[in-house]
Nanobody, 123 residues
Framework: VQLQASGGGLVQVGGSLRLSCAAS????????MGWFRQAPGKEREFVSG????????LYADSVKGRFTISRDNAKNTVYLQMNNLKYEDTAVYYC?????????????????WGQGTLVTVSS
């Protein structure tokens, strides 16, 4: 599967953005989809994940209550709605697909990665 992330940009503290990740191929529903982020000088970290049906989701503690992940299998797209953004949310955001995994936040389980989209939160 090939992934294309979009929707990043410059936003003020407290603002919102919605990231999208479009997947190619007809096997989209076989993957557990995730969002990761990497800030300058830091390791890539898990943000959120969603299973094939959308019925099971995972969130990092740092984004719980502010970010919402969803997917539209008819459009082969996964979304990340980000509300109440903070300075520390500034990073390059990547979408990724974990084949056969039912529920995981382990970066090693994700075998397919998009190119990343930059989110910058400023005052």
């Amino acid at each position: 599967v090939q992934l294309q992330a979009s929707g990043g940009g410059l936003v003020q503290v407290g603002g919102s953005l919605r990231l999208s990740c479009a997947a190619s191929g007809r096997t989209f529903t076989r993957y557990f989809m995730g969002w990761f982020r990497q800030a300058p000088g830091k390791e890539r970290e898990f943000v959120s994940g969603i299973n094939w049906s959308g019925g099971s989701t995972l969130y990092a503690d740092s984004v719980k209550g502010r970010f919402t992940i969803s997917r539209d299998n008819a459009k082969n797209t996964v979304y990340l709605q980000m509300n109440n953004l903070k300075y520390e949310d500034t990073a390059v955001y990547y979408c990724a697909a974990a084949p056969l995994a039912l529920r995981t936040s382990n970066v090693g389980d994700f075998k397919h990665w998009g190119q990343g989209t930059l989110v910058t939160v400023s005052s």
